[in-house]
């Protein structure tokens, strides 16, 4: 399997002198082309430092991350926001979608930001929109959505751009268990059929349980790792469920 992302002895301070926090300690995985991981910990385990340093919205401190071979940790600011735009795409837990511009435009503003011709940008939004179900909300405002909708277009966007890899932050934080759960079917279909790779925080066991394998959290290292493989998703919940409880703390297992 091609390797998307390498992050390779990550370790990330926080603050300065007498007051630092090791948030990342030293962690090293690979994700493959076309995976899709969960990770899980407990609340300040270092799951969103992880995160946001791959988005490249923190730095770290030392080691390295490669997305598909190519260095980001020593970009420069200028070539951050190149590298954020075209190769990752993001869902976020709060949709992050522009309240005065339509699902369309929502979905197109990625493009229109790299300079993508009317004619290609018009093709990707019919085929991505009728792929996702949401070609009949497009001249709508996101307002005027249900919760589950709004994320289905922050996929959309998050999609458009054919990114290296999906980053998901929490993406059914704001979202009840049904709409959860269409969202979850929703990035499994475009890992299984649209042959995203994504890598999701998640607190929910039940989330986590789509993926294909989860990867714990705990004081800033991997502690643990578990695998899908062919077992049932059901069974798999019940395998995060019970390393939750193992791992402790004060991790919110639902
Ligand atoms: N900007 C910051 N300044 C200082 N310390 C920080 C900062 N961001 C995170 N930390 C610390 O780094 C550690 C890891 O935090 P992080 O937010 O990554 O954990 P988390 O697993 O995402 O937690 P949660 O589930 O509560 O979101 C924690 O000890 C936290 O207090």
């Known amino acids: 399997m091609k390797k998307r992302l390498q992050i390779d002895q990550v370790t990330k301070y926080y603050g300065a002198e007498a007051i630092v926090t090791k948030a990342l300690d030293s962690i090293s995985f690979e994700v493959g082309d076309g995976e899709f991981i969960a990770i899980m910990g407990a609340s300040g385990s270092g799951k969103s430092t992880l995160l946001n340093c791959i988005a490249t919205i923190d730095r ?23 590298y954020r735009r075209d190769k990752l795409g993001f869902i976020f837990q709060e949709y992050n979608l522009l309240d005065t511009l339509t699902v369309e435009e929502n979905i197109t503003l990625p ?20 792929k996702l179900g949401i070609h009949e909300q497009l001249k709508k405002f996101p307002m005027a959505l249900s919760g589950g909708q709004r994320q289905r277009v922050a996929c959309a966007r998050a999609l458009i751009t054919n990114p290296s890899i999906i980053l998901a932050d929490e993406p059914t934080g704001a979202l009840d268990s049904a709409n959860s759960k269409k969202l979850m079917e929703t990035l499994l279909f475009m890992n299984e059929q649209l042959h995203s790779t994504i890598l999701m925080v998640t607190h929910d066991a039940l989330v986590g349980s789509f993926a294909k394998r989860v990867l714990f959290l705990k004081d800033g290292k991997i502690w643990n790792e578990l695998y899908r493989g062919n077992q049932s998703q059901r069974a798999m919940h019940e395998d995060i469920l019970a390393t939750m409880a193992l791992l402790g703390g004060e991790g919110h297992v639902s």
């Open 111 to 130: 493009l229109n930001l790299q300079g993508v011709s009317l004619k290609e940008t018009e093709k990707r939004l019919i085929d991505i929109t009728d």
């Open 60 to 82: 770290i401190s030392a080691g390295n991350i490669l997305l598909d071979g190519e260095q980001i940790s020593n970009k420069k600011e200028r070539e951050l926001a190149d």
